[in-house]
Antibody, heavy 120, light 107 residues
Framework: QVQLVQSGAEVKKPGASVKVSCKASGYTFSSYGISWVRQAPGQGLEWMAWITAYNGNTKYVQKFQGRVTMTTDTSTSTAYLELRSLRSDDTAVYYC?????????????WGQGTVVTVSS | EIVMTQSPATLSVSPGERATLSCRASQSVNINLAWYQQKPGQAPRFLIYGASTRATGIPARFSGSGSGTEFTLTISGLQSEDFAVYYCQQYNDWPRTFGQGTKVEIK
């Protein structure tokens, strides 16, 4: 079945970097965009960025530009999100999510989430 | 960026009743609007896209309407599994943005 499986929980110190992976299965990875969405404890959903493995195009929320890098590996159908210069307010659950289609940018399939804790 | 505003923040409804959730966009998003349901400790669940089209497997008691800047999610005959937080999201423009959520709780 179509699914996205994310890497495990991470604990990082302020100023460090974290790299979260999102492995796709059950569909043609390069045919769909992937969004990254985060959710701080007790808060709502925050859309961060988007990438398509088709041609590597990316979109970012301005606040993350310069701190976030997204990549894809089509050989393993895996997307990656790297967040640098971590701060305590980056503590959140990070989700990857697949675009429903090329024309509908809603997210139909979600990963299970990766908890990232930033603490000294 | 387009700001999405949901109301109310919390909606108290009795099982079997109807819930009406609102979502407003700061500028037109046409019908490029989706709704999601999220329960504690779970990833969001895709409910509706194109403002009114139910995703695969979503029960008919969930319906969406609206276009431009005003949107509504209606849940008819609330069941116990429907008590959750609901988010709207626009995908008409970058960055794609979410509303802050409406919590539907048992009255």
């Amino acid at each position: 079945q179509v699914q996205l499986v994310q890497s495990g929980a991470e604990v990082k110190k302020p100023g460090a970097s974290v790299k979260v992976s999102c492995k796709a299965s059950g569909y043609t990875f390069s045919s769909y965009g992937i969004s990254w969405v985060r959710q701080a404890p007790g808060q709502g959903l925050e859309w961060m960025a988007w990438i398509t493995a088709y041609n590597g195009n990316t979109k970012y929320v301005q606040k993350f530009q310069g701190r976030v890098t997204m990549t894809t590996d089509t050989s393993t159908s895996t997307a990656y999100l790297e967040l640098r210069s971590l701060r305590s307010d980056d503590t959140a659950v990070y989700y990857c999510a697949r675009d429903y289609s090329n024309y509908v940018g809603a997210s139909d399939i979600w990963g299970q989430g990766t908890v990232v804790t930033v603490s000294s | 960026e387009i700001v999405m505003t949901q109301s109310p923040a919390t909606l108290s409804v009795s099982p079997g009743e109807r819930a009406t959730l609102s979502c407003r966009a700061s500028q037109s998003v046409n019908i490029n609007l989706a709704w999601y349901q999220q329960k504690p400790g779970q990833a969001p669940r895709f409910l509706i896209y194109g403002a009114s089209t139910r995703a695969t497997g979503i029960p008919a008691r969930f319906s969406g309407s609206g276009s431009g800047t005003e949107f509504t999610l209606t849940i008819s005959g609330l069941q116990s599994e429907d008590f959750a937080v609901y988010y709207c999201q626009q995908y008409n423009d970058w960055p794609r943005t979410f509303g802050q959520g409406t919590k539907v709780e048992i009255k």
